[in-house]
């Protein structure tokens, strides 16, 4: 499946919360949900700001988008990440029954859309979202890396 400008667009927004996060000293992850072509939910990681281990910015636009439509169920909606989902993100992207995910960069050491293992795609389960993963993954993938080498040279 090849991205469209609006995958790009839409992945912009996404960037742009993930920078937000960066700035607030959260790891920079943003993520937006689109349902009829309209942005429904931004959001960004805030596990620092929280303290919550499930702050997780794909969660925190699944419970902004279900309240911004009425309904839980995201079938109609597209969820924009700048990280590859982790084990509880996919899991509750598949329970939320979103139409169709789009990532920019892989995460090797906990993606759960086809780096570790692929949560979102897995036979067993009752639904299973379209992905596209790895668009525009550069942005991302460097706004990830700098933040850790600051974080490590603290």
């Known amino acids: 499946m090849i991205p469209s400008a609006d995958d790009r667009r839409y992945l912009d927004a996404a960037l742009a919360e993930a920078e937000a996060a960066a700035r607030a000293g959260?790891?920079?992850?943003?993520?937006?949900?689109?349902?009829?072509?309209?942005i429904v939910a931004r959001a960004q990681n805030r596990?620092?700001?929280?303290?919550?281990?499930?702050?997780?910015?794909?969660?925190?636009?699944?419970?902004?988008?279900?309240?911004?439509?009425?309904?839980?169920?995201?079938?109609?909606?597209?969820?924009?990440i700048t990280l590859e989902p982790c084990a509880m993100c996919a899991g509750a992207i598949v329970l939320a029954r979103v139409h169709r995910v789009v990532f920019a960069a892989w995460d090797e050491k906990a993606g759960m859309a086809g780096s570790?293992?692929?949560?979102?795609?897995?036979?067993?389960?009752n639904h299973a979202p379209q992905v596209l993963g790895g668009v525009d993954a550069d942005a991302s993938a460097a706004l990830l890396r700098a933040f850790f080498v600051a974080q490590r040279e603290r």
Do not use: K, N, S
Not at 55 to 73: F, I, Q, S, T, Y
């Open 26 to 38: 959260e790891v920079p992850v943003g993520a937006v949900i689109v349902c009829d072509g309209a």
């Open 47 to 80: 596990m620092r700001r929280d303290q919550d281990a499930t702050a997780h910015a794909e969660v925190l636009a699944l419970r902004a988008a279900a309240h911004a439509v009425g309904d839980a169920r995201l079938d109609r909606c597209t969820l924009y």
């Open 116 to 125: 570790v293992g692929d949560l979102l795609r897995h036979p067993r389960l």
